[in-house]
């Protein structure tokens, strides 16, 4: 949130630019702490966690902060050198976002040096701030050491910055990794790859070390769009983070096979679609199905292993899921009936739009042999709660229908999780919008 000021901050384009080298500001410590001085006419305080890419909503609270500024520079004081070249007399208030920010760079390039900079924006290559700059100046040495040894595995330094004091060379860091539960293979893998993979991964979480250990194992390129920066693993497969996590000791039995090679064919054919749409479809519809199957199938013992040939493809993968999920559970009318609670049953949302809500094991197995998917799989989910699924239907000269599941997201809030017409196929827009009217009615 923007700061109250009784002036205005003019970034039009009209402000006169002035090159770089002659911005007039600089970074000063004193007693009190480390300030950003413009031309010796204004000061404002930094804290040590400001980061050193000042955004522009930073960049305008820093020339809020030095335009309210009432430091004035003593009469003692003395011109330095770093500002001999500089237009001293250049405004604060005429300065644009743009000259904010690339003064700011200056400033920091000449209190720390370039190198010191570069250096720690690969060591903490995500929020660097002011504290780090001067933890990475002050082992600069022994940091630039190690990256000269390893550039890509530069992230792994900042997760234990007590090493620094001595660190003579990588194997401190992989004998903690290897602690955590990395394996030999997996750190081996990791030496190859970009900075930018090694960077995405929260090393404190045991679910992100058990997905790269996972990704080491498929020995292939993983684009790093494809690693979530807040669960490190491949969109749609965040269930197999469990099973991952108590197998990562024993990655060659067949099961884990089975999992190495599903994923790759579902990352493959991922990777074939260039249209953002398909790819979300894929993520968020297709593959919990086939992780869902992958799971299933490695945990039962008394049924004859699925093998996964190398001549499958991900067509093969959609075609035996659809079969586990409507064969092998094993759901049929014959079974006996259970019920849950309902939240709306049914009703309209308008002129020729209804729903009704399936609250029951045998309404799911209706719908499923009705819209051809595999909806009864989610009995457990809706029994406990956590989801509850409609179907939506809209008539006219030619009939619509969905099926949606709504998640919860609250105690009493939800939101759309899936909508899906026949066959799991895309739906129209007015289904769509028709399921937003269900989801207001449930909220």
């Known amino acids: 949130m923007r700061p109250l000021l009784d002036f205005e901050l003019n970034t039009a384009s009209s402000i006169p630019r002035v090159k770089s080298p002659r911005l007039p500001a600089r970074l000063v410590s004193t007693r009190t702490g480390l300030y950003f001085e413009w031309g010796m006419k204004a000061r404002a305080k930094l804290a040590e966690s400001c980061r050193i890419v000042l955004s522009d909503e930073a960049a305008w609270n820093l020339k809020a902060d030095l335009m309210r500024s009432v430091w004035r520079a003593p009469p003692s004081m003395q011109l330095p050198d770093s500002l001999l070249d500089t237009q001293l007399d250049f405004p604060i208030e005429a300065a644009s976002l743009n000259d904010i920010q690339r003064a700011w760079t200056i400033a920091i390039r000449r209190r720390y040096g370039g190198h010191v900079l570069k250096l720690a924006l690969r060591v903490v290559p995500k929020y660097t701030t002011l504290l780090d ?54 750190w081996r893998w990791l030496t190859r790859q970009k900075t930018a993979y090694i960077a995405r991964i929260n090393w404190g979480q045991l679910s992100h ?99 996964i040939s190398r001549n499958w493809t991900y067509d093969t993968l959609m075609a035996r899921q659809a079969h586990w999920h409507l064969v092998e559970l094993d759901l049929d009318l ?17 002129d020729n739009i209804e729903f009704i809500e399936l609250n029951s094991l045998n309404a799911l197995l209706s719908e499923a042999k009705k819209m051809h998917h595999c909806v009864p799989s989610y009995i457990d989910r809706c029994m406990a709660g956590d989801i509850c699924i409609f179907h939506l239907q809209i008539k006219g000269h030619t009939p619509q229908r969905g099926t949606v599941e709504l998640r919860r997201v609250g105690a009493k809030a939800w939101q759309i999780s899936q ?19 269900l989801l207001s009615r449930a909220n």
């Open 133 to 186: 700059l001067s933890q990475v100046a002050a082992f600069k040495t022994v940091l630039q050491d190690r990256l000269g040894e390893n550039l890509s595995l530069a992230p792994l330094l900042a997760q234990d910055r007590g090493m620094w004091r001595n660190l003579p060379n990588w194997q401190m860091v992989k004998n903690r990794m290897l602690a955590q539960g990395m394996s030999q293979q997996t």
């Open 209 to 307: 070390l058990s997905w790269v250990n996972f990704h080491a194992a498929l020995d292939r390129k993983i684009p790093i769009s494809w690693v979530d920066k807040q669960t490190a693993a491949l969109l749609g497969f965040g269930g197999l983070s469990t099973w991952l996590r108590r197998n990562h000791e024993n990655l060659n039995t067949v099961a884990a096979l089975n999992i190495l090679r599903g994923t790759r064919l579902a990352l493959e054919r991922r990777e074939s679609n260039l249209k953002l749409e398909h790819r979300r479809e894929l993520e968020l519809e297709e593959f919990p199905l086939i992780a869902d199957w992958l799971l299933g199938s490695a945990a039962s013992a008394t049924k004859r292993p699925v093998i």
């Open 334 to 350: 014959g079974r006996q009936n259970v019920f849950w609670p309902e939240i709306l049953g049914m009703g309209n949302l308008g």
């Open 419 to 437: 909508l899906k017409g026949p066959c799991n196929a895309p739906v129209s827009s007015q289904l769509w919008s028709a399921a937003h009217l």
